[in-house]
């Protein structure tokens, strides 16, 4: 199972130095290459490791593996190639809300949000709870200066998480740049005062999170 961010661990220095050594050189496209296979280097040892040594299924470990390299063209910026290893998974998993997540964030990193919005989108029709979903859908409104959108799309998921403090935040945002200071700061307020841990997700609020929990591990955003 692949954690995010620790799966590279000091790879990135080693990348960054590649990088600089050979970008005059070689040009973007070898660069690109050159970086993917360096993101791929720890891919292929938990590939090995889940073969060998953990007690995973060959689907598993085929959609584990997949998850990485995807994960290691958007890591080299080779976008088209990370979206066509996310539709892979889809094929075997047309509901998987770690993808439909990882896609949205393929598009939202490099500001293309239009792009993303249909991906958010269907990680709500699959999980309408999920928490995640309705607040990067609202990013993208925000971002797109779709204020009114945003602010419905965090009504509906404060509803069920009162205390998700990014999300109050996010609607303080918004109806500030509406013009609504006192519902701004009402919900500015509202953030303050919730959990001082960050602890915005309580037991049974959200459908199917334990079973979904290992699974957005991989998600990137």
């Known amino acids: 199972m692949f954690g995010g961010e620790d799966l590279f661990g000091s790879w990135d220095l080693v990348i960054v130095i590649f ?6 050189v070689e040009g973007n496209k070898m660069l690109r290459g050159l970086k993917y296979f ?3 280097i720890p891919i292929l040892w938990v590939f090995l490791k889940d073969l060998v040594w953990e007690d995973l299924s060959l689907g598993e470990i085929r959609t584990n593996y997949l998850f990485g390299k995807a994960n290691a063209y958007d890591r080299a910026n080779c976008l088209r190639k990370a979206v066509r290893v996310y ?10 809300i770690a993808v439909f997540l990882n896609l949205g964030g393929l598009y939202y990193r490099r500001g293309m ?7 958010y989108e269907k990680v709500i029709r699959v999980n309408p709870k999920h928490y995640q979903g309705h607040y990067w859908l609202a990013m993208c409104f925000q971002r797109l200066e779709r204020y ?7 009504e509906e998921v404060i509803q069920f998480l009162p205390t998700f403090k990014d999300a109050l935040n996010l609607m303080g945002e918004c109806y500030e740049q509406i ?7 009402h919900c500015y ?3 303050i005062g919730t959990d001082p841990n960050g602890i915005i997700i309580h037991g049974g609020i959200l459908d199917h999170w334990t079973q979904e929990k290992k699974k957005e591990e991989r998600i990137k955003h």
Request: hydrophobic share 40%; glycine share 2%; no cysteine.
């Open 179 to 185: 013009g609504e200071s006192a519902k701004a700061e």
């Open 148 to 154: 009114h959108a945003a602010i419905n799309t965090l």
């Open 113 to 119: 949000f239009e792009t993303a919005i249909p991906y």
């Open 189 to 191: 307020l509202k953030a």
């Open 38 to 40: 360096l993101y791929l």
């Open 19 to 24: 990088s600089v050594t050979f970008v005059s």
């Open 87 to 96: 539709k892979e998974i889809l094929r075997r998993d047309p509901n998987s």
